[in-house]
């Protein structure tokens, strides 16, 4: 549904047209997005002119926007950033970020190693850009981290964040050149470049424009270290976290953030943040025993609580 209000609109004036354009009030968009009410009021009348990428890309969920929609938000965002550049080609695309759940708990000392490799990045320490491997059993939550990461309004990561689904648990999970094909066509690259190119070049040509990003991309539920190695950068500021529930030992120089189970008290306090404190206070007994039941597991517990 047009606006008529392109990318070169102010955000919030933009940001209003689109939501007038569905016919929503702003506790309907904040319901829908998870974005608060005052937050996207304040965005509307530009009192808040730097929305970060989680954010815009939350309100676009919200708004139900189609990828060019969605290219013109983002657009009018980053250009309200002073300073802010995003890469050259680089476009909106299925590989974008889901939506990060709004009930996260716990896990701040694996969010701090995270942190600290973004920045590493960033700042282009280092002779390659850095890597993390986040494993853990399933349902513990290592998606959820990885998202969480990308969308913190104060990641230096101004060319956003893009998942994969590396498919590792499939019976056939997704070749290495085929996420490469992928994220060469998020990033700009035609589809008539692509077609020209071999299997060796397409790969040399990810690593000439991966190395100019400075992004997250998050290579999710891989299944080998030959799924992941080609996709690993040699230059640049692009850092790369990759999910898996196993180790994956072979691969080399790589940070490695392991996920157990939650504490007693994050397990309340994830309760807590789905059914209210309340109920959890209320009844502290059968809280923990809840708790005990899902094995203190994110996934379980949020289920459970639902």
């Not at 890309?57 to 983002?74: E, K, N, P, V």
């Not at 994220?183 to 692509?194: Q, Y």
Request: hydrophobic share 45%; proline share 6%; with cysteine.
């Amino acid at each position: 549904m047009g606006t008529g209000v392109g990318s070169t609109a102010p955000f919030g004036r933009l940001l209003r047209a689109l939501r007038h354009s569905r016919r929503l009030t702003i506790e309907e968009l904040a319901e829908a997005s998870g974005i608060s009410g005052r937050a996207i009021g304040d965005m509307e009348r530009g009192r808040s002119r730097r929305p970060h990428r989680g954010t815009v890309t939350a309100l676009a969920q919200g708004l139900d926007l189609d990828a060019s929609a969605y290219a013109d938000l983002l657009a009018a965002a980053r250009a309200a950033r002073p300073g802010a550049r995003p890469a050259e080609g680089v476009r909106v695309s299925p590989l974008t970020l889901p939506r990060g759940v709004r009930d996260f708990v716990g896990r701040q000392a694996e969010l701090s190693v995270l942190r600290s490799l973004a920045r590493e990045a960033a700042e282009g320490r280092g002779v390659a850009p850095p890597a993390a491997v986040v494993t853990g059993p399933p349902g513990s939550g290592k998606t959820s981290l990885a998202v969480r990461l990308a969308e913190e309004p104060e990641s230096p990561c101004p060319d956003g964040a893009f998942l994969v689904d590396m498919r590792g648990l499939d019976v056939r999970p997704l070749p290495a050149g085929q996420a490469v094909a992928a994220l060469l066509a998020a990033w700009g690259v035609g589809d008539a470049e692509l077609a020209r190119l071999t299997a060796e070049a397409r790969l040399a040509r990810y690593q000439e424009v991966a190395a100019g990003l400075r992004a997250v991309l998050v290579l999710d539920n891989a299944g080998s270290e030959a799924q992941v190695r080609p996709l690993l950068p040699r230059a640049g500021r692009l850092l790369v976290v990759v999910t898996s529930r196993r180790t994956l030992a072979g691969l080399e120089g790589v940070r490695r953030v392991e996920l157990g189970v939650l504490s007693r008290e994050e397990s309340a306090a994830l309760l807590r943040a789905v059914v209210g404190a309340g109920r959890v206070d209320a009844e502290p007994g059968a809280a923990e025993v809840v708790g005990a039941l899902c094995g203190h597991l994110p996934l379980a517990l949020r289920v459970a609580a639902n």
